[in-house]
């Protein structure tokens, strides 16, 4: 019997991913090391260091590599992480702005400039409400602690006017009215504890979400898979047993997100949301494989042009491994864009 290669990966642990870290699915032929970080750490320690055979990757970085000839990665089309973001534009009450469009022109919060969330809510202002990005001066900072500096250098247009601010967190800016708003992929302390002086642009986000995806299809994108380059050079077949694998893993928590009788997670009405959400956006809703999601990621390419992230358009099969680009994935049960709202 041929030895299984081994391979290490950092990855979040989630319920998606929970039969790779348990080994209970094992990619074919690999012997894998699954490794739970925390998703920032392990930007960072890939993008800085190439420090893991695969690892879980920011698509809004991962997409700026090709335009900038940086050849050290290549993807496999599993969507770790995917989430609405209305939800994370957070504005001060002071300031008066109560629709999106009152954004332009005003000075605009950031944990980082190039972070997914980021780039989904600048392209959501975009094309959604005609808030060009170049109309906001960004101001990049911690969002509840001083600091946090990108993780990736940027080599932004002139018409883009980003500031950095290492001296105070973004939410105390927004709080003494420096800045009239944040956006990100989390919500700041001061909302959470119940501060009344910052509120969401969107309350009623819920609602907003669920029309953005009937009228757009976009479930955003935020995280995919890596593998270093040279591994998939001598091994090709790696992305293949690697992207299935992804996919089984996926689909077998999707599959007890429907069973009542002892819940995958904590939450009280796990069940019926799931079922909500099939019902809205068809039984895979959570899609893996570049087909199903080639619209949402045909718009982040066209996002990182035009926010000044990537130098030139990016071509979406020029991020994937070949083998994965054209295959069905296991778990794809029909396309989305087909799924009636």
């Known amino acids: 019997m041929s030895a299984r290669l ?3 990966i950092a990855c979040g642990s989630y319920d998606r991913t929970h039969a790779l870290e348990s080994a209970s699915i094992r990619p074919e032929g690999i012997d894998l090391n699954f490794i739970s970080v925390n998703p920032g750490e392990t930007f960072w320690r890939q993008l800085r260091f190439a420090e893991f055979d695969v690892a879980e990757m920011s698509m809004s970085a991962y997409i700026m590599l090709p335009a900038r000839g940086d050849p050290r990665f290549v993807a496999i089309p599993a969507f770790t992480s995917r989430a609405f973001r209305h939800d994370c534009i957070f504005v001060s009450a002071s300031s008066g702005i109560t629709k999106p469009e009152e954004l332009a022109g005003k000075r605009v919060g950031v944990p980082q400039y190039h972070m997914t969330a980021a780039l989904w ?6 094309d959604d ?3 060009a990005t170049s109309s906001i001066t960004w101001v990049q900072g911690g969002l509840d602690a001083p600091g946090y500096p990108e993780r990736i250098e940027l080599q932004l247009p002139v018409s883009i006017r980003l500031e950095r601010r290492s001296d105070r967190a973004l939410s ?11 956006i990100g992929a989390e919500w700041p302390k001061p909302f959470r504890d119940g501060d009344s002086r910052i ?12 029309e953005y995806y009937r009228r757009t299809r976009f479930f955003p994108i935020m995280h995919g898979v890596v593998t270093k380059k040279e591994i998939y050079r001598d091994h090709p077949w790696v992305a293949r047993s690697l992207s299935d694998a992804f996919c089984q893993a996926k ?15 904590m939450l009280p009405w796990q069940v019926p949301a799931h079922l909500d959400a099939v019902r809205t956006m068809g039984e895979d809703y959570w899609r893996y494989g570049v087909g199903p999601s080639r619209h949402e990621l045909e718009a982040m390419c066209r996002y990182s042009s035009e926010q000044g992230l990537s130098a030139s358009l990016v071509d979406v099969d020029t991020l994937f491994a070949t083998e994965t680009i054209d295959a069905l994935p296991l778990s794809a049960t029909h396309s989305p864009l087909a799924t009636s709202a």
């Open 6 to 8: 081994p391979l290490t």
């Open 121 to 126: 809510i600048r392209g959501i202002l975009s």
């Open 129 to 131: 409400y005609g808030v």
């Open 172 to 182: 105390d800016l927004l709080l003494s009215g420096e800045i009239a708003a944040i």
């Open 199 to 210: 509120r969401q642009l969107f309350p009623d986000y819920e609602v907003v979400e669920r």
């Open 251 to 265: 689909q077998r928590a999707m599959s007890q997100m429907a069973f009542p009788g002892a819940t995958l997670t």
